[in-house]
Each structure stands twice: as C-alpha cells, then as structure tokens.
C-alpha cells in the first residue's frame, strides 16, 4: 500500500514502512510539494501526482520518473481505467492519458459536455467513470466514450468533492464546501441527505465529511474532521457512529482525511495522525470489559450465565452482574470506608446451583448470592468451611458446588440438597487425596469428576465404579499429562478431555489409552496455555500467553488470533474459558473478556497476493514490480544472494509464513517468518526458486510461485572445461607417445649410428694402422737400414732404434682413442728423423707448439698420417725441399706444407682424409679443415 503524506510518499507491507522524500540534487527522487494522490494502473505501474507534475515509480531500480507532458500541473486525482488509460483530474482540466505513448489528450476538447459542467471528483466504478460535478455528476464509458450528465436535487446548491457508487448502484457524494453528506439513487431519481441524519445531529459536532468509499456488503464508510467515522448501509439505512471518546488531549484521533478500499475488501483510512484500516466484513470477535469502569479494570478471571441470561464476572476488584437487557452493571466490592460487601476483592470462581443460588470463591473464603436479595451471604468455619484462598468454584450434575483452594484439605464442596458442606477428606474415593489442593474440578459426560491438583497433577474419580486414577508428569514418558498444574479442563465430542498447563495442552482419550501433546515445540509459540472450549465443530479453542489457537477436528493447527484481528488482548488468563447458551465462547485475558460466535469462523486458504519484492545481490539491491514474472542470470562470482518477500497481509501480518525451497539445492522447504531467503555458495547451474505464503502454517492454499535463476559456472567447474581438458589430455598423451616414439627411434638411430661410427672408428685406425705397416714404408726403411749399415754402422744402430721406438709407440697406442700432444709429437719427431735419413735436407719439418698445448689430445699417429701424407704426394729433393710447419692455431694444430706434387703417387687409396674426417665426427664437434691453395697445403685438426 502507498500513501501520499506532507512529508512525502510511503510504502507499506504489513510490518515495515519506506519513506520517499525529495533528496536534494537527486532528479531520480520525487520532487517537493505534496503527493495529493497515487494510483496502479492495470499492468501494475504506480503514478503519483504532485503539485507540478506526474511521476511514475520504477520498482527494477527504485527511483521516480517524470512524465514531461505533464511537466508543471497539478494533479490532483488519478484513476486506472481498464483500458490501459489514466485519467488525470489537474489544474488544467480533465485529461487522458497513455502513459505507454506518451499521448495526452483533452476531455473537453472530445465531449463538449465537459465544458459547460466543471470536474471536482473522479471514481472508477467498473468501466464507468463518474465524475463530480456541480449539482450532479458525469458518467463517461471509458470504451463507447458515451458521456451523460445526471443532475441530483437536493433543494441547495452543491458541489461533487468526492464520489463514489455503492453494490446496489447508489451514489454517494461529499459537498465539504456545504459540510453535506448526500445519496442518490439512479433508479428512483431520490435523494438522501445523511448528513440530516438525526443521530448526527444529536452529536453536536459539526463536521466536513471529507472522503467515502463503499465496501462489497452495501456499507459506505464516510471519514469526517472531529466527528470521527460514519458507516451508513444503503440497503437498511442504518447509520453508526465510530467517535474516539477515549482521546484526553485533542480530537485529532478523529480528524479523518482520505478513505480507499483496496481488491481484498479492506477499508483504509487517512488521517492526521497518521493510517487506520480494517476488514469490514471480519465481525468475529467483540469484547465486554468485567467491571462498568471499563480499561481500568480489565483484568479478566471467572465468569458464568445465570438462568436469567445475565453474565456474571470475577475481577481482582469484586463481581459484577452484567444485565444485557438494560446494559447495566452491578457490582460487589469492597471499597475504603465502606461495609465490606465481599469476603476479599479478589475473585477467581463462580458457580450456579440448582436452585439458581450464586457461590462464590474469592482469596479468603467463600460468598454466594441468592436472586432477588442485595447482600451476599458469607460462610466460615462454623459452616465447616475455612477461610481459605480458593481458585474456583464448579457446579456439578448432583447438585454439589465444589471448591478447590490450596490450602487446609484442599478441597470442599457444597451439597444443595442437605444445605452442608463436607471435606473430601470424609468423601468416600477422594479421601486418599487430602491436602493435595485444587485449582478446578469438572465433570464430564459419564459422571466422572476430573480434579486439577494444584501442582500434584491430574485425579480422575469415577463414583459409579469407585475408581479412581492419577496423572502425573516426572518427564519419563509422554503417556501421561503434559504438566502438573492444570488450569482448564473441557471435554470434547468424542469424549476426549483436554486440560491446559503451563506447560501446554494434553488430550486424554482413556478408551484408547491415547494422550495427545500441543505443545510450544509442536504447536504453539508459547508454552503458557489457560482458558479452552469446545465449539459445535469440535473444534478445541485455546487462550495462551501470546494468542487465541484453534484446532481442527485432527487436532492440527486451523487458525490463530491476535489482536490484528480484533482481540481486546492477545495475553489471556489463568482461568477457564467459558461457553454461553447461544454457543458463543467468551474468554478471559488481561484487557477484558472476548467475545465470539465460533461457527463464523471458517478457514479459507490463504488467497492473499505474495511476490518478490527485492533481490540482493553482493548488497546491490534490485526492486521488482509486484507479480511480474522475471529471470534471474548471475555470474558465477554473484552466488551469494538474498531474495525479499512480500506477502499482502494487512489483517494478520504478524501471522505470516513463507515457504522457500531452491530446486537443485535444497533437499526441503524452509519455513519461516523472516520474509527473506538467503543463499551463499550456491554451485553453477540452473534452478527453480519455489515460494508460497499463507497465515497458517497448517493450510498452505495457494500454488507456489516460481523464479528461474541461472548462475553461469565457473571455467574450470564447467562441462564443456572438463571437455577441454579430457581433449587436452588425450593431445599431451598422444603427443608424449608420439614424443616417446619418436624418441625411441631417434635411440635406435643413435645406437645404430654409434655403432656405424665405432665400425669407422674401427676402420680408420685399422687404415692407420695399415699405413704404418705399410710394406713400402718398411721395405724403404729396411733398404736404408742395408745401406747405412754397410756405411755407418753406428748411424745404422741408431736408425735401428727409432724404427723400433715407432713400432713400440704403435703398439703402446693401438687401443687408445687419443693421446696428449706431448706424447704425438715425440713419435711424429721419431718419425721424422728416420725420414731425413732417407731425404737428408730435402725434407724440412719445423714444430712450433707451445707448453701450453701440449697437454692436449689428439688420436695416436694422425701427425704422423699427415707427415706421411705430405711426404707421399709431394716431390722431395735438395734443390726442391718440402717444407712442413706444424703448429697450434684457435684450438686447431696446423700441418701446412709448401706444394710440388708428384705426378704418381704409389699406393694411395684415396682414403686417409675421408677417414679422418669421420674419426673426428665421433670425436669432436669441431670439423677438420683442409685448404688447398696454388703454393701450399695446410690441413687444421682439432685439438680435444
């Protein structure tokens, strides 16, 4: 609900109000001045009027919107017309208005009528919309745009502030200029002035009567300035008269302003103290306080009706006797210096007998009241009954009065055919009980006496059979009494006994050994239970500390009252509830006593409207327009979020329940009274938010609504991710095969290439070797051995030595890969020097290497290889010498020789560097470097 107020607009759900007012700089806000009026139209958009402009609401993003057509005008009235329009009673005129479009349009520029009759009112009554006017009013088809006027005589003048059209198609129109209250019937052309009414009148106040509106049952409620509320039914002419009496300071409480009635039949009222509504056809509950003196003292305990049919009630302030023919009270009390009327002031039982006398039980002893006399009878010890504080007072079907109290025997009753009274401690079964004390005694329908012990539990005694039996709670089982002090006790239909506790409610059913438990963790929201009754339905009814409960036939929960329903008090007593001969249930509570015909009450399903109202997200807050059906898509970070909801309740707010289950999420419905549902951690996916509402938790009436929500999954939580990973996987795996594969044959080649190499390795030094057996070189080396020895036979020895110190150096080496410099360099010398013994000057070899080197590797005889080589293909003579240079260059030794190449060559193959090379492939990563120039020779080895 909206209401526009001095201070600005504000929106209530049945529990909380929000304020809008005009924030300064804000253009999203609503403007200043007065919102004079509000309406929704049909699709459920809010407009508000204020002194310069139309504003409209958006509830996705909670701010207000200006309509610019309408930028600077008052409006004064809106009303939603079923065609999708707006009508706009301004400043300006009577307009319509298509707030989709934009378009605007002028009545009195489409109907001339609305020129020579002005506009003060506007109502809606099914598609006819009735204008006030002066002396009458305009009735205008929103389709057929038929347009008539209808003059109202009344003998004065008048003008049409507010209008409105009852169920019987009577109209009923406020003149505040005339102070005038008027209805008119179409049919018979009559006029009705309420405002003569004579019970107005005799008032003497008089008053404007400033807004009405008429109710579904032909009432039209009138609000007024001081003279309070008036309800006038057309059908009878009946009027009442609502004034606020109890007001000490003022009569603002009664300065009534504004009046609507909203879809579900609520009447709400404004005022200058702000909003008053009720449900006009919600009569169930009345009240009537215990004492004339009303408020003051209101405290309800024990009641009864006579045979006479007047009511009789106790009070902590004396009895009183309410006579509903006169509505007049009399009372007995004691009062400050004045003869004692009552034994004590403080009464809590009330009994008739069988010759109509009244007993009663008050905190100091025992009083009754024989019909036609003044004075009440008092009875002492010497009436063999103490003075005692007692609890109650009972009637039963033999004529005894019984009397509980909690002290001496505990309990006494009265026989009115002897006139005495006897102790139990002389009753024949209940003997057994003395001293146990009693808060109250009842008889059910077989005769037997039910007897609440006062702490001590529960005694049933069955005087026919001479049985007897006790129920006491020590909390090792649930076959028994829910408490031991027991306030009430009823019977139902099926001979089922209720008691009441403080510690809630137990049904005995004794034939089958049944016991049924209500209790605050079951059943109630207190543990506090007193008065019960039993209705025609058999229905249970039971007063607790926070309410009035009632059960179903099943004994499940059926419905619950408090004063959101027209209770006088929520809090009800420690005493019995009481059921009049008209079937009427009447209960005491600590503001008075209800009132109530309880076969009016029939359950409905909850029919009441409920929505999302808002959504929170990450506390970014988004508003939804009531019952619009919406979509909710998040973003995998945004799984945390709450959901507000709204049920329209205005009668029991205080007894609504919500229902909320996320499909998908939750395994089962969450209820609560907390319209809200919070959810954190909630996994990607698509669900289904189900919701309902209702005023008792026991009858779920209407269907459930739904809210899709679909909250995107995080990449590496999602189906198609682990998609990706499984493909992904399968190509690392395949690749690492292929890898694998590749590797293995990249193995096997290496291995085979290894031993390629090893077999070359193998040839080239068995080539080497081969060289340096050669025949040549030894058949050369033997004939000049033959001719130094018949020369110089010492020159002869010495030679003899270094071809042995070369084959010793061949043998030494033969199973090694390399050797040092060093050690090459010594041999390739011994070499050379059996060669100059053949060449004498003609050969020239210089070696020129560094310390430094020398510690170097190079393979067995490759300087030698090279000497050799250089010698074979080179012509060697005195005049022509060959020249070789060995020495150490960038990691390389160097064997350079000056060229002059034989013609023939004896026995090469071609194959000696071919060789080399392939040696020095397995041996380093450095190539061997031949050059060939037109003067020399030179070829570079690595040195390793």
Same mark, same amino acid.
């Given at each position: 609900m909206w209401f526009g107020s001095l201070g600005g /607009?504000?929106?209530?759900?049945?529990?909380?109000? +929000?304020?809008?007012?005009?924030?300064?700089?804000?253009s999203t806000s609503i403007p200043e001045g007065?919102? =004079?009026?509000?309406?929704?139209?049909?699709?459920?958009? /809010?407009?508000?009027?204020? $002194?310069?402009?139309?504003?409209?609401?958006d509830f996705n993003k909670d701010i207000f919107l200006r309509h610019d057509k309408l930028k600077g005008i008052y409006i004064q009235k809106i009303v939603a017309g079923p065609d999708k329009k707006l009508y706009l009673l301004t400043g300006a005129g009577l307009f319509i208005y298509l707030p989709s479009s934009k378009e605007l349009i002028r009545l009195d520029s489409v109907n001339k009528l609305f020129k020579t009759h002005p506009q003060y009112a506007l109502r809606m009554h099914n598609e006819n919309l009735y204008i006030g006017s002066y002396n009458g009013y305009i009735v205008y088809n929103v389709f057929t745009q038929k347009t008539e006027y209808r003059e109202v005589k009344t003998g004065k003048n008048f003008q049409a502030f507010k209008v $409105?059209?009852?169920?019987?198609?009577?109209? =009923?129109?406020?003149?505040?200029?005339? /102070?005038?209250? @008027?209805?008119?019937?179409?049919?018979?052309? +009559?006029?009705?002035?309420i405002s003569d009414d004579p019970l107005i009148r005799s008032s003497g106040k008089g008053s404007t009567y400033n807004d009405l509106v008429c109710d579904k049952s032909g009432n039209t409620w009138i609000t007024t300035s001081l003279t309070g509320l008036l309800k006038v039914n057309s059908g009878t002419g009946g009027l009442q008269y609502f004034f606020n009496d109890s007001v000490q300071q003022g009569t603002s409480y009664n300065i009534l302003t504004s009046a609507y009635i909203s879809r579900d039949g609520i009447v709400w009222m404004g005022g200058v103290n702000g909003i008053i509504y009720f449900d006009p056809e919600d009569q169930l509950f009345s009240s009537m306080y215990p004492l004339p003196e009303g408020k003051l003292n209101a405290f309800g305990r024990a009641m009864l009706e006579d045979r006479s049919g007047n009511l009789w009630f106790a009070t902590s302030n004396?009895?009183?006797? %309410? $006579?509903?023919?006169?509505?007049?009270?009399?009372? =007995?009390?004691?009062?400050?210096?004045? *003869?004692? *009327?009552?034994?004590?002031?403080?009464?809590?039982?009330?009994?008739?007998?069988?010759?109509g006398m009244i007993w009663i039980a008050t905190g100091r002893g025992i009083n009754s009241y024989t019909p036609g006399e003044k004075q009440l009878r008092y009875y002492s010890m010497a009436d063999s009954i103490p003075p005692a504080f007692y609890f109650s007072a009972n009637a039963d079907s033999k004529g005894r009065i019984w009397f509980g109290t909690k002290d001496y025997d505990g309990l006494y009753y009265y026989t009115s055919a002897t006139g005495k009274f006897t102790s139990i401690r002389n009753h024949p079964l209940l003997k057994q009980y003395t001293g146990f004390g009693a808060r109250i005694v009842f008889e059910d329908s077989k005769k037997r006496l039910w007897i609440s012990c006062n702490g001590n539990g529960l005694v049933m005694a069955d005087e026919a059979t001479g049985k007897t039996r006790r129920w006491f709670n020590n909390d090792s089982t649930r076959n028994t009494i829910i408490g031991n002090t027991v306030i009430d006790i009823k019977e139902d239909k099926e001979g089922v006994i209720w008691i009441s506790t403080f510690n809630g409610v137990t049904g005995i059913d004794l034939e089958k050994e049944k016991y049924i438990w209500l209790d605050d963790k079951t059943f109630f929201n207190t543990n506090y239970t007193g008065p019960l009754a039993i209705d025609s339905f058999n229905r249970v009814w039971i007063g607790t500390a926070n309410g009035l409960y009632v059960t179903d036939s099943l004994r499940r929960d059926e419905g619950f009252f408090d004063e959101s329903n027209g209770l006088i008090g929520s809090s009800f007593t420690e005493h019995s509830g009481y059921r009049l001969r008209n079937g009427e249930i009447?209960?005491?509570?600590?503001?008075?006593?209800?009132?109530? +015909?309880?076969? /009016? %009450?029939k359950p409905q399903p909850s029919s009441y409207s409920f929505y999302i109202s808002w959504i929170d997200i990450f506390n970014k807050k988004k508003h939804l327009a009531p019952n619009k059906e919406v979509s909710l898509s998040l973003r995998p970070n945004e799984n945390f979020f709450t959901i507000g909801l709204d049920a329209v309740n205005y009668t029991t707010s205080s007894q609504t329940w919500y229902a909320y289950r996320l499909v998908g999420f939750d395994d089962d419905w969450h209820y609560t009274q907390d319209p809200k549902a919070v959810y954190s951690h909630v996994p990607g996916g698509t669900y289904t938010f189900l919701y309902k509402a209702t005023s008792n938790i026991n009858n779920w009436g209407n269907e459930e609504k739904k809210l899709r929500i679909h909250i995107a999954t995080v990449f590496y939580k999602s189906k198609w991710f682990w998609i990706a990973i499984a493909i992904l996987l399968a190509l690392v795996l395949i690749m690492l095969y292929r890898f694998k594969m590749n590797k293995q044959r990249q193995i096997h080649f290496l291995q085979t290439k290894a031993q390629m190499l090893e077999k070359e390795k193998a040839l080239v030094m068995f080539e080497s070797l081969k060289q340096q057996l050669n025949p040549h070189f030894l058949f050369n080396s033997l004939s000049s051995l033959s001719g130094l020895i018949e020369a110089d036979q010492q020159l002869a020895g010495n030679f003899l030595k270094q071809m042995s110190k070369i084959y010793r150096y061949i043998l030494k080496s033969r199973d090694s890969e390399v050797v040092t410099l060093r050690e090459e360099i010594d041999f390739v010398q011994t070499y050379i020097n059996l *060669?100059?013994?053949?060449?004498?000057?003609?050969?020239?070899?210089?070696?020129?290497?560094?310390?430094? $080197? @020398?510690?170097?590797?190079?393979?067995?005889?490759?300087l030698q290889n090279l000497v050799e080589n250089a010698i074979k293909h080179n012509i060697i003579d005195v005049d022509f010498p060959l020249l070789i240079n060995v020495y150490v260059e960038n990691g390389y030794i160097v064997v350079k020789n000056n060229l002059q190449k034989k013609q023939m060559v004896e026995s090469s193959n071609k194959q000696g560097l071919s060789n080399l090379r392939s040696l020095y492939k397995y041996l380093s990563d450095k190539p061997l470097i031949v050059e060939e120039k037109e003067n020399y020779f030179l070829i570079r080895i690595p040195l390793i």
């Open positions: /607009l504000n929106r209530y759900n049945g529990k909380t109000t +929000k304020r809008f007012t005009k924030i300064p700089g804000d007065i919102p =004079w009026t509000v309406a929704s139209d049909v699709e459920g958009r /809010l407009f508000a009027g204020f $002194d310069f402009g139309l504003y409209e609401y $409105d059209v009852d169920k019987n198609g009577k109209v =009923w129109i406020c003149d505040i200029t005339n /102070l005038r209250m @008027l209805m008119f019937d179409p049919s018979t052309g +009559k006029t009705t002035v004396g009895i009183s006797r %309410f $006579d509903p023919a006169t509505r007049t009270y009399t009372t =007995w009390r004691n009062e400050p210096a004045k *003869q004692d *009327q009552i034994y004590y002031n403080s009464v809590r039982g009330m009994a008739e007998d069988d010759k009447m209960m005491p509570t600590t503001k008075g006593f209800i009132r109530f +015909k309880p076969e /009016l %009450f *060669q100059r013994t053949r060449f004498k000057n003609g050969l020239q070899v210089n070696i020129n290497i560094g310390d430094d $080197d @020398l510690h170097k590797k190079i393979p067995p005889v490759t």
